[in-house]
């Protein structure tokens, strides 16, 4: 079994985003490295001590590439080790991690996406957006729609960073679909597959299959979004990547 090499990452920031979800986001400082390097979308295995065995679990990393700081976002899980230590940690608290791993990554060369999240689903593709529409040389004018469902209006994580993404910039549009919604709600309703149709089949014809869907979320709705676009829509396996949370 090959060593993988333990970093140590310092708690500078947390905040709730969802209190009655119990959902955080939590921000990291590397302790051992200036420069942390990986690709938008992939993720870190943390790694604790409980009753003399050694825990692992892997996060989804919440950001593009930032120095030395990286971004989680998680939900805390009744009778979850590790989902309850770092909701309990403390700004100054350390975690120890390796990676990063992971193939959950945009595809070289980029073409129209649909990014596909319901949840803490949204995690990795954060981390996407924040990095595509850094530099304009990434996106390349692209369009990319950003379809993210919950069920109710207190559980739309991120909600002002992606408004202010598609303010502004024209070739980013962002729905928010909610399956339970309240009477007051007068934006997206419903499940993000139907959304996600939608934007395909208002496309020309010529251009339905010419491009790529980002699918991340629990398995009922990645499967769910995989058969509507292959049988439904026609479209190849490979124009789908995907990854599941349970």
Same mark, same amino acid.
């Given at each position: ?6 970093? #140590?990452a ?5 905040e709730?985003?969802?209190e009655?979800?119990? #959902? ?8 051992d ?7 938008? +979308? ?13 825990? #692992? ?6 950001s593009?590439?930032? !120095? ?15 989902s ?5 940690? !403390?700004?100054?608290d350390?975690?120890?991690?390796? $990676?990063?791993? +992971? ?17 803490? $689903?949204?995690?990795p593709?954060? +981390?996407?957006?924040?990095w ?12 990319? %729609?950003?379809? &993210? ?35 007051? %709600?007068?934006?997206?309703r ?7 149709r939608?934007?395909?089949?208002a ?5 339905? $299959? ?8 629990l398995? !009922?709705?990645?499967?769910? #979004?995989? !058969? ?5 829509? +026609? ?9 599941? &949370?349970?």
């Open positions: 079994m090959i060593e993988r090499p333990l970093h #140590t310092r708690l500078i920031h947390q709730w985003l969802s009655p979800n119990q #959902t955080k986001h939590l921000v990291f400082a590397i302790e490295m200036p420069q942390f390097n990986f690709t938008a +979308g992939q993720f870190l295995s943390l790694v604790a001590p409980k009753e003399g065995k050694t825990i #692992t679990r892997a996060y989804s990393l919440a593009a590439p930032r !120095k030395n700081e990286f971004d989680l976002c998680l939900n805390r899980v009744q009778d979850g080790f590790f309850n230590l770092l909701c309990d940690m !403390k700004e100054g350390a975690v120890r991690f390796h $990676g990063p791993h +992971g193939a959950f990554v945009l595809r070289n060369p980029l073409r129209d996406s649909l990014l596909i999240a319901t949840g803490t $689903g949204i995690a593709i954060r +981390g996407f957006v924040q595509l529409f850094a530099d304009d040389s990434n996106h390349g004018g692209r369009q990319i %729609w950003l379809v &993210y469902g919950t069920r109710h209006e207190g559980s739309i994580y991120y909600r002002d960073y992606f408004d202010l993404i598609a303010h502004d910039y024209p070739n980013f549009h962002y729905i928010a679909t909610l399956s339970r919604p309240s009477e007051g %709600w007068s934006e997206g419903g499940y993000v597959q139907e959304h996600a939608k934007i395909i089949e496309r020309p014809e010529s251009e339905r $299959g010419e491009m790529d869907a980002y699918v991340c979320g398995n !009922k709705m990645v499967s769910a #979004t995989r !058969k509507m676009l292959k049988e439904e829509l +026609g479209w190849d396996r490979k124009q789908i990547v995907f990854e599941r &949370y349970d």
